[in-house]
């Protein structure tokens, strides 16, 4: 395996979506390439096309033309080989932990699900735990139930589940911005010590320039569903090509001051 091959690759991603008699392009004809190390940032405006690009990734939505591959092969969802190892490879974290944990379980429960639905062989419980100290928690809390938490301790119930099956790809569909403001710096920390603790890449979107710049090496804008810029945080950041590039940085002053070298 060679340093930097791609994880995800995308061509010409088209995804329409009919509504009423009238139809909207989410995406309309875009190309990316995730590699391994090389984390990756997708911004926009609301309603830009992000989440539709996650869903096309993870095969929950089908584009309406063009391909992704993951490690050069097309998803077969009837390949039930390479849809487990892809499941247990590439794991999401959601926006809002409040409906992406179930009340009803216990935590243990919750973390310990995509062992058993992915049939990952090992100590569960023990697995369980380690994760629960990975995210900063009490491996202890396994017994209780989500509504016991905060919001950010929520938002780290989700990410130990993400990384229970030691995935490869971490993605987080804004995943601090329901969060209150100081907590969603020790969140955005989090990602980025797992990131380099378990070598995850990352795919992150928001509509936040800042938030992906502090975690990705590279850069994707997107608007009503076409790529306007793409390219290495530190060039975007410095030297944006696209005025809708600059409106977004114009937003984010204090950013600059901010970014590490
Ligand atoms: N299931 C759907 N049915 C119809 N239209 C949809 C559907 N999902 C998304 N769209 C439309 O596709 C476009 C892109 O939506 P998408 O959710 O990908 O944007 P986004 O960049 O994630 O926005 P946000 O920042 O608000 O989450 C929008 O115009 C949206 O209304
Ligand atoms: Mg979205």
């Known amino acids: 395996m060679t340093v930097n091959h791609p994880i995800f690759e995308t061509k010409d991603l088209v995804k329409t979506y009919s509504r009423q008699g009238s139809s909207v392009n989410a995406l309309d ?12 940032g997708i911004v926009g405006e609301s309603g830009a096309g992000k989440s539709t690009i996650l869903d096309i990734l993870l095969g929950i939505e089908k584009p309406t033309r063009g391909t992704v591959k993951y490690h050069g092969q097309e998803l077969d969802m009837a390949n039930r080989k390479q849809m487990n190892q892809f499941r247990r490879e590439v794991q999401v974290v959601f926006q809002d ?31 369980v735990r380690e994760v629960l100290k ?14 016991e938490f905060s ?19 971490l993605i987080g569909d804004e995943p601090v911005s329901a969060l209150d403001v100081s907590v969603r710096i020790q969140i955005l920390e989090l990602f980025q010590s797992l990131k380099n603790l378990l070598n995850l890449t990352l795919i992150l979107v928001s509509h936040d320039l800042a938030i992906v710049g502090q975690l990705c ?20 950041f410095t030297n ?4 809708y590039t600059k409106k977004l940085l114009d937003s984010v002053p204090t950013f600059l001051s901010t970014y590490p070298g």
């Open 217 to 236: 090496e590279e850069i994707i804008v997107l608007k009503n569903g076409q790529i306007v810029e793409a390219g290495d945080t530190r060039t975007i």
């Open 151 to 169: 919001g950010g301790q929520r938002q780290r119930i989700a990410i130990a589940r993400a990384i229970a099956s030691s995935p490869i790809v």
């Open 97 to 127: 932990p409040k409906t992406s944990l179930n009340p009803r379980m216990r935590v243990g429960s919750i973390v310990g699900e995509p062992l058993r639905s992915l049939k990952i062989e090992g100590d569960s419980a023990q697995r």
């Open 29 to 40: 004809g875009v190309d990316l390439t995730l590699r391994s190390g090389v984390s990756l």
């Open 240 to 243: 944006p090509s696209a005025d």
């Open 134 to 147: 990975a995210v900063g928690l009490n491996p202890d809390v396994v017994s209780r139930y989500p509504d």
